[in-house]
């Protein structure tokens, strides 16, 4: 989980005792789940002259005007750990079980690669030879982590399965140049170097792959605007952090432990009493026109030009202002520092390159290319005005705890139905912002990108341990993608592809996140989850245009809050060749409800229906269960303009609908 996600799920793991109540809580709804069912044929009986009174009616000719883009059902994927267990370095390539998971789940874009792990990527030591790349940083741990899976094995991943490249640049320790070089590197035709200097795309030829990958979306830091993540911005003001985003600058670190190229880590910023120790500042490169002051343990050393040039046991350092390296001696030339001692320096990071920097030098490497900015705030907005191009703004739309007062799951559900909406309606708030400050004409052309998102809430699970792998959160994503069409999303990643769970996590990582939100299993199983099949059921049941749906007698029932919930959300496209899809999702935990579907103009010829359906709510599918929550379908004839369907409980339904041609109405 990245950044307001990872605050939200990457605590630590729940008591045992708090697992045994989920436990019973979940079981306890499985049966009255289970009951309700039973008892469905009863109650049907009873109210057999309320049957259909829901009637779900599309206007074809209505609408059309927003299109459902193909990126909008992507997902958030991280380099780190060979890909979360998706690439096999000794093929190398990726298992054949995963690539069945992944092709049968329909994703179509990625992100790459990731979110606050990738803060502080340096994208040129994962390129070349596995056994040469260098180590890249845990942009929240600090942590050096390998680069098995790098921008080539992902290039070659999206490229080989038709996919849309959702890029991350390093804004945290990165340069401007850096990225410019990287959109190089993915994008320039060979023969050609655009940015002059070395010719990256020769460089990729040498690496194998001589045709450009063509990553056309570039998200310029993720989620720096957060404290935890402003890294060379420091920890100003929202303000303050949103000016040096925009434009660049410089910040001063006083007493901040230093670190390794590949290690921030406190532990890194510790001597280990050997000669010729080197270390880094955590945000080169250093202002050398303002003071600069190097601690080792409680003394204050002094800078030199050369420590070879230095009598023994002289407490003195090497200082590289552009790198921002720093070198001490080897106890004949100039003093080692002692074993256990704490080193911090207090310098002037900067000056940073902006925003402003990075979308200038990489639009020029590549003009065709999209680059967006992670700050959206109104700060930002009015410093970017309608003078400084952006092509998009990021947004992460994360869920939060449903209103207080549930008292079990089911009342967490009904409350988790509620917000999805309104979470969905972020999009809008962010869209406004631009509108306001771009100016309506501009900010037409001005999309917002949903790179993250999901349910989560804030390191914990949800009221069982396993909700975020469940029905429920198939049901959200759902109702979120249904939004994100009306409004015109053109990117979106949920979060996230692939993760670990505790249990099974590598030796030594941290910080991975709850391993519930992965939208396929860890190795070597790779379980599909049920938002997993709701993406193959949803980018199938997705047309080119949205069209308007109208739902007459939209059941409701009263929650735990003492508000309405309506139980159905809807929505309709439309294809270029006149095929119909309708979008259903039935919330109610427990109640079936028959509609009608009714379709202005020409009849319905045939109907192809399916449900991606569980148990429960809080089903979930497991290694021994691969199946229990999944996709069920079947096909009719109609001729007519309306059919009935009956919408089971926590189910998504889709329609496809075929109509007579216009000469046989």
């Not at 009637?55 to 750990?81: A, Q, W």
């Not at 952090?241 to 007493?255: D, L, Q």
């Not at 947004?395 to 988790?416: C, M, Q, T």
């Amino acid at each position: 989980m990245e950044g307001e996600a990872a605050d939200r799920t990457n605590g630590r793991r729940r008591r045992p005792a708090i697992a045994v109540v989920g436990s019973l809580v979940a079981v306890l709804v499985l049966l009255g789940a289970t009951a309700a069912e039973s008892t469905h044929h009863r109650q049907h009986a009873r109210h057999r002259h309320h049957a259909h009174r829901t009637t779900i009616t599309v206007s074809p000719d209505e609408g059309g005007k927003r299109l459902v883009h193909p990126g909008l059902f992507g997902v958030n994927h991280r380099y780190p750990f060979d890909g979360f267990g998706m690439w096999d370095p000794s093929i190398p390539g990726v298992p054949e079980r995963f690539s069945h998971r992944f092709a049968a789940a329909r994703f179509t874009a990625v992100r790459f690669p990731g979110g606050s792990v990738a803060n502080t990527y340096h994208w040129t030591r994962a390129i070349g030879p596995v056994a040469k790349r260098a180590l890249n940083v845990h942009g929240r741990t600090g942590e050096p982590l390998t680069n098995e899976f790098g921008p080539d094995e992902f290039g070659q991943f999206v490229d080989q399965r038709g996919l849309q490249a959702m890029m991350l640049a390093n804004f945290g320790t990165g340069t401007a140049r850096e990225a410019a070089d990287w959109v190089e590197y993915m994008n320039a035709p060979l023969g050609t170097n655009p940015n002059g200097g070395f010719a990256w795309a020769k460089m990729r030829a040498a690496n194998g792959h001589a045709q450009p990958y063509g990553a056309r979306n570039w998200e310029i830091g993720n989620e720096v605007y957060l404290p935890g993540q402003s890294y060379w911005m420091g920890e100003g003001s929202l303000d303050q952090r949103s000016r040096k985003y925009a434009f660049g600058g410089s910040t001063r670190f006083p007493g901040q432990r230093v670190g390794k190229p590949w290690d921030h880590r406190k532990s890194a910023a510790v001597s280990d009493g050997s000669a010729d120790q080197h270390f880094q500042v955590r945000y080169p490169p250093v202002d050398a026109t303002e003071p600069f002051a190097l601690k080792v343990g409680n003394s204050i050393w002094t800078p030199v030009p050369d420590v070879a040039q230095t009598p023994p046991g002289a407490p003195v350092y090497e200082l590289d202002p552009g790198s921002g390296k720093i070198g001490f001696g080897d106890g004949v030339h100039g003093a080692v520092p002692p074993d256990g001692a704490v080193i911090r320096a207090s310098y002037r990071s900067g000056p940073h390159d902006g925003f402003v920097d990075f979308y200038r030098e990489m639009k020029a490497a590549d003009p065709s290319i999209e680059v967006g900015s992670s700050f959206r705030n109104g700060k930002f907005l009015s410093l970017m005005g309608d003078k400084h191009p952006y092509d998009f703004v990021v947004a992460h739309l994360y869920s939060h705890r449903p209103k207080g007062g549930f008292r079990n799951a089911g009342n967490f559900h009904d409350g988790v139905m509620r917000l999805a909406g309104r979470r969905a309606n972020g999009v809008s708030v962010v869209r406004h912002g631009i509108i306001g400050n771009a100016g309506a004409a501009r900010a037409k052309q001005i999309p917002v990108v949903v790179s993250e998102y999901g349910m989560s809430f804030r390191r914990w699970p949800g009221p069982t341990q396993n909700y975020l792998r469940s029905m429920d959160q198939a049901l959200y994503t759902t109702m979120q993608l249904q939004r994100w069409m009306h409004l015109g999303v053109p990117l979106a990643g949920k979060q996230s592809l692939i993760d670990f769970g505790r249990s099974n996590a590598p030796r030594g990582a941290s910080a991975l996140g709850l391993g519930e939100q992965g939208l396929i299993g860890p190795p070597p199983h790779y379980v599909t989850s049920a938002t997993a099949r709701a993406f193959r059921l949803l980018t199938a049941a997705s047309g080119k245009r949205v069209v308007r749906a109208s739902t007459r007698r939209n059941p409701s029932r009263r929650i735990y809050t003492g508000q309405r919930l309506k139980l159905l959300r809807t929505v309709a496209t439309k294809s270029s060749t006149g095929e119909l899809y309708l979008i259903v999702v039935n919330k109610d935990r427990s109640r079936s409800v028959p509609a009608t579907v009714a379709v202005e103009g020409r009849r319905i010829k045939a109907a192809v229906v399916k449900r991606l359906m569980g148990p429960s709510f809080l089903a979930y599918n497991t290694v021994k269960h691969p199946h229990r929550v999944s996709i069920r379908s079947y096909q009719r004839s109609v001729g007519a303009r309306q059919m009935r369907v009956r919408l089971p409980p926590h189910s998504v339904t889709t329609v496809k609908l075929r109509r007579y041609k216009s000469g046989n109405r």
